[in-house]
């Protein structure tokens, strides 16, 4: 039965920040600041959760995210999803444009349900990923030219990594396949196989070769944390980047399928703990790190 909701409001799941696998603007972030990323995190569950809804046909899920962007840049009637975001923008000065672009990754989400090749999955990480880094380090000041680049790798890998824990649930609630095409197709793998009570051996090679690429990733975005001046977002991101690096590798060995590859409470605790005092001990020669940010910059034309 196809439902027809009348607001993103009706369509929302209870989900919210303290539900994700990773923090949400935890305590680490200055109070000035948490409110504007919390905002920024409720518009986009909505969205989301339009997305994910189960009996919104597609083009009424496209209906209702269209909304919620017209409400947030003022094109049309307010909505209570998108007020305290458009305040929180209209106070600081920041354009909706990340806020946008996440809104684009959903109606995708609402039209599209399989991923060509590496490539086609990162291009739909660059939608529905890397405006949240950027929204964040936007928020606190930083400069784009420096940390984008770094930013975009984490966030890009930190959704792989969603999509490769959810990839079971992704496929049985919504007949949605991140894992792309190419890969599945290289290892004789069905995407009916994302249904089974275990992945087969062929299926954990995917995994493993997506979880070892999204290694990489992390790899690249391992700087991050020494490039942001604000200390404490710099420890929440040092934070966010050692979880995701350990659940990678949970992933190289782990079936998601069938094993549980998130950690509990204390060793999610003891493995950010670890990525902050690792950033602690660095923070007294970021200069050295700044400096050869600069130099890898000047070498590329100056892009980030």
């Known amino acids: 039965m196809t439902a027809t909701l009348d607001s993103a409001t009706a369509a929302r799941s209870g989900k919210g920040h303290k539900d994700e696998n990773f923090p949400v603007a935890s305590h680490l972030i200055h109070p000035k600041n948490r409110g504007a990323i919390l905002a920024f995190y409720d518009f986009v569950r909505a969205g989301d959760d339009v997305a994910d809804h189960a009996e919104l046909s597609p083009e009424r899920k496209i209906a209702l995210l269209d909304a919620l962007a017209d409400a947030l840049t003022g094109k049309g009637p307010s909505d209570p999803e998108a007020e305290p975001l458009k305040r929180e923008l209209a106070v600081r000065g920041l354009p909706a444009t990340h806020a946008l672009e996440l809104l684009d990754a959903f109606r995708l989400d609402a039209r599209k349900n399989r991923y060509e090749d590496w490539n086609d999955l990162i291009g ?150 670890a990525g902050i005092t690792a950033t602690l001990a660095r923070r007294p020669f970021r200069g050295r790190t700044l400096r050869a940010q600069a130099i890898r910059m000047q070498s590329q034309g100056g892009r980030p």
């Not at 400069?143 to 792989?160: E, M, N």
């Not at 051996?201 to 290694?215: F, H, K, N, Q, S």
């Not at 992933?251 to 094993?259: G, H, K, M, N």
């Open 124 to 273: 739909y990480c660059r939608l529905s990923a890397m405006p949240v880094g950027r929204f964040v380090l936007d928020v606190h000041g930083e400069d784009p030219a420096v940390v984008w680049g770094p930013s975009d790798a984490i966030c890009a890998a930190l959704q792989i990594i969603n999509h490769l824990q959810d990839c079971g649930k992704d496929y049985r609630r919504n007949d949605r396949v991140y894992l792309p095409g190419e890969i599945l197709d290289r290892y004789g793998v069905s995407v009916e196989s994302l249904a089974a009570d275990e992945a087969s051996p062929a299926l954990r090679a995917v995994i493993r070769e997506l979880a070892e690429r999204t290694l990489t990733l992390l790899d690249e975005g391992a700087v991050l944390p020494d490039l942001i001046d604000d200390l404490r977002l710099s420890l929440e991101i040092a934070a966010i980047h050692r979880l995701a690096v350990v659940l990678c590798r949970g992933l190289v060995e782990r079936d998601p399928l069938s094993q549980k590859v998130h950690h509990g409470k204390a060793a999610f605790a003891l493995t950010a703990f």
